[in-house]
């Protein structure tokens, strides 16, 4: 079976069958560090799964505000006429927590707080903690990860 294994100090994100590591990415979590509660800015941490996977057919670079493509495909003019935008591109993979009371339900509900592994533009760096909570990757690992994986896949996401 598949699994997910994101290290927050080691701003990595790996696919595993069982015990053999088929993948290691180089990712960005949250700059505010792990924490579970709403608003906090932080990357959730625990058990999680893959509840929806949307994008599948979008090409690289494709802008997405709430889950829907913009029409828009990110571009150096498009960042500069957007310079506040948290850039969400070409595929989101989005997380449910599976722990009563430590990211799921209530305030720490990681599905309520819209926490994804998700595309980002390829000026952002990999490997440093920028993000505003969620997981962000480089556009061609994830729509690699993303034709790997399916709504379901474990997601366990640690200090």
């Known amino acids: ?3 997910i ?3 927050i100090a080691r701003q990595t994100l790996e696919l595993s ?3 053999k590591l088929l993948q290691s990415y180089s990712i960005s ?8 509660l709403k608003n906090s800015g932080c990357t959730p941490r625990g058990r999680h799964y ?13 802008v997405f505000i709430g889950r829907r493509q913009t029409g828009e495909i990110y571009s150096k003019a498009l960042a500069v006429a957007h310079p506040n935008r948290d850039w969400i591109l070409t595929r989101i993979m989005w997380l449910s927590g599976l722990e009563i009371g430590q990211n ?3 305030q720490v509900d990681t599905m309520q707080r819209y926490i994804y592994i998700h595309g980002t533009p390829d000026t952002e760096p990999m490997g440093v903690a920028k993000s505003h909570g969620c997981i962000r990757m480089r556009n061609s690992d994830l729509i690699e990860l993303f034709s790997q994986v399916s709504a379901g896949t474990p997601v366990l996401i640690e200090e």
Do not use: D, F, Q
């Open 1 to 3: 079976m598949l699994c």
């Open 5 to 7: 294994r994101v290290s």
């Open 17 to 19: 069958s069982g015990t």
């Open 29 to 36: 979590t949250a700059l505010n560090g792990p924490g579970e």
């Open 50 to 62: 893959i509840r929806a996977m949307i994008g599948s057919n979008a090409p690289e670079n494709s």
């Open 104 to 106: 799921r339900l209530g």
